[in-house]
T-cell receptor, first 114, second 115 residues
Framework: AQSVTQLGSHVSVSEGALVLLRCNYS??????LFWYVQYPNQGLQLLLK??????LVKGINGFEAEFKKSETSFHLTKPSAHMSDAAEYFC????????????FGTGTRLTIIP | KAGVTQTPRYLIKTRGQQVTLSCSPI?????VSWYQQTPGQGLQFLFE???????NKGNFPGRFSGRQFSNSRSEMNVSTLELGDSALYLC??????????????FGPGTRLTVL
């Protein structure tokens, strides 16, 4: 069964600094991978997804992620953090065959230091 | 297009009661999935409906059930509520391509508190 592991339940970065949120997946075949963001008292919003078209995926709000098969990783990055990036971020996976079930990681709460 | 809507947004029930939550998907979306979010267990998949049929089910007891109507709107029901059912229940809709790569669009959730 597919799963994802997010390293670091809390990450703090200074405004303007690099944001790096880690996600490793476990799957016998390359799955589909997603990053979602959740702001307080809201649902989840898709930031980006990997569907095997390109290993470097660009998303909304300046975020991007690179799929690395050799490291089974799909880390999320943003060159320069903004105060509005403070939220909880979830990595998720679905199998690469007809299945809508998202399996989520435990989430990483990102705090931006002014 | 209007997003996924969920009603009610907040709900307070007591143990032993039952509750019904509603979800209206984005127009044209035929798949609706439900997730439970708690601080202890995180985000967990409950079930998915497509064309009024349950296509996928998570590992939850039979007290949790759902259905989908011909207009793709979905409801989930929890019977005999327990304190541990307190959670944010999220609904997501998508237009399934059959590949698993579909984007699921989430609603704002229903916050259920069981006293």
């Amino acid at each position: 069964a597919q799963s994802v592991t997010q390293l670091g339940s809390h990450v703090s970065v200074s405004e303007g600094a690099l944001v790096l949120l880690r996600c490793n997946y476990s799957s016998s075949v390359p799955p589909y991978l997603f990053w979602y963001v959740q702001y307080p008292n809201q649902g989840l919003q898709l930031l980006l997804k990997y569907t095997s078209a390109a290993t470097l995926v660009k998303g909304i709000n300046g975020f991007e992620a690179e799929f690395k098969k050799s490291e089974t990783s799909f880390h999320l990055t943003k060159p320069s953090a903004h105060m509005s990036d403070a939220a909880e971020y979830f990595c998720a996976v679905t199998p690469n065959f007809g299945n809508e079930k998202l399996t989520f990681g435990t989430g990483t709460r990102l705090t931006i230091i002014p | 297009k209007a997003g996924v809507t969920q009603t009610p947004r907040y709900l307070i029930k007591t143990r032993g009661q039952q509750v019904t939550l509603s979800c209206s998907p984005i127009s044209g979306h035929r798949s609706v999935s439900w997730y439970q979010q708690t601080p202890g267990q995180g985000l967990q998949f409950l079930f998915e409906y497509f064309s009024e049929t349950q296509r996928n089910k998570g590992n939850f007891p039979g007290r949790f059930s759902g259905r989908q109507f011909s207009n793709s709107r979905s409801e989930m029901n929890v019977s005999t509520l327990e304190l541990g059912d307190s959670a944010l229940y999220l609904c997501a809709s998508s237009t399934p391509s059959g590949s698993g790569a579909d984007t699921q669009y989430f609603g704002p959730g229903t916050r259920l508190t069981v006293l």
